[in-house]
């Protein structure tokens, strides 16, 4: 965060405000443990905040700190509209544009509080009176630490405060692997364990609560890859049929497209999820060095993300969408195999 900015915000919060803080659809662990980080940093300050999130998230994140206090859109609609519509500040946390929180949207668009954005994700749209947006950062979660260290309150950073940046840190760098891991990362989260962040819990807690039919389902995804050598590229599919065989709950198949990369020689990994009700494939790409799998996301699949990882979806079937794909892969011959 820039001088200005700081100001700005201290400014914004220099008496107490009615906050509504909203991750994006489908929130996964930065976005949740952003949001509840914010949340209770905020409230310690004084003002009456309230996570909203347009869905509900997995179960993997539901023992976090204040996660049984969040409302979401979809089962607690007039209470979030409510609290929304009355706000004073509205912090949007771990996306860029509106487009991102499904059929929320709308309330967002008419909402008459002021808007701050925290963010790391590329193309930030303008409706922000501040927008804090740091591509080069590992996660939301991080720059929430920033934050609130440039706001001078590292002495709030208690424990439930520090497992809920850790656990966005942790899920958002794939365990402190990805290229945005810095050394600075690495200093925020040995803070956050002298502030009582308990990593070996929430490890297991995020990483080791498989169930059986999850762990079949996976093994459905692997059997149905395909491995394009000519273009060092995996793609995954799954089709509702296949998710429902397996009894899929929400965030069954986080983390399935990074398998792909797993394999020797592979830069780009795909997966393709059927979601019959939306009448969509929603599409998750990941690459390792420079091939943007965002640009990809953007030009051709209606998404976009950051240089490594992305999201994206596609309204045709699954042949006609895997067609299309592969279709594409040429162009990027020499990025891919270079
Ligand atoms: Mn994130």
Not at 99 to 114: D, F, I, Q, S, T
Not at 202 to 214: A, E, G, K, L, M
Not at 215 to 234: D, W
Request: aromatic fraction near 10%.
């Amino acid at each position: 965060m820039n001088f200005e900015q700081v100001a700005a915000l201290k400014n914004l919060l220099s008496s107490p405000k009615r906050i509504a803080i909203i991750p994006h659809k489908n929130p996964d662990g930065d976005a949740i443990g952003s949001t509840l980080a914010l949340s209770k940093y905020l409230s310690k300050k004084g003002h009456n905040t309230q996570v909203l999130a347009p869905n509900d998230f997995p179960k993997f994140l539901k023992w976090m700190p204040g996660a049984d206090q969040i409302l979401n859109y979809e089962r607690h609609n007039a209470e979030t509209k409510k609290f929304i519509a009355e706000a004073d500040v509205i912090f949007t946390l771990d996306f860029n544009d509106f487009g991102r929180v499904g059929h929320m949207a709308e309330c967002l668009e008419n909402a008459k509080a002021k808007f701050v954005m925290v963010d790391h994700h590329q193309q930030p749209s303008g409706y922000a009176v501040i927008t804090y947006s740091d591509i080069n950062m590992s996660s939301t979660c991080e720059m929430v630490y920033t934050l609130i260290d440039a706001m001078g309150d590292r002495d709030l950073i208690d424990q439930d405060i520090a497992n809920c940046i850790y656990t966005g840190i942790m899920t958002d760098t794939g365990s402190f692997k990805f290229r945005a891991t810095t050394s600075q990362t690495h200093r925020i989260v040995a803070e956050l364990m002298d502030k009582g962040a308990d990593n070996t819990a929430i490890h297991q807690r995020v990483y080791d609560t498989n169930s059986p039919s999850r762990l079949h389902l996976l093994g459905c995804a692997l059997k149905n890859m395909v491995i394009l050598e000519e273009f060092n590229t995996a793609y995954i599919t799954l089709t509702q049929e296949e998710l429902d065989r397996y009894d899929y709950e929400k965030g069954d198949t986080e983390g399935f497209v990074n398998y792909g990369l797993t394999l020797d020689k592979i830069r780009f990994a795909v997966i393709f999820i059927e979601n019959k009700e939306e009448g969509i494939f929603k599409i998750s790409f990941r690459s390792v060095g420079d091939f943007s799998v965002n640009e990809f996301a953007r030009n051709y699949f209606d998404g976009g993300g950051h240089t490594n990882a992305a999201g994206g979806k596609s309204e045709k079937s699954l042949e006609e969408t895997i067609d299309y794909f592969v279709s594409l892969l040429p162009k990027y011959k020499k990025a891919l195999t270079a």
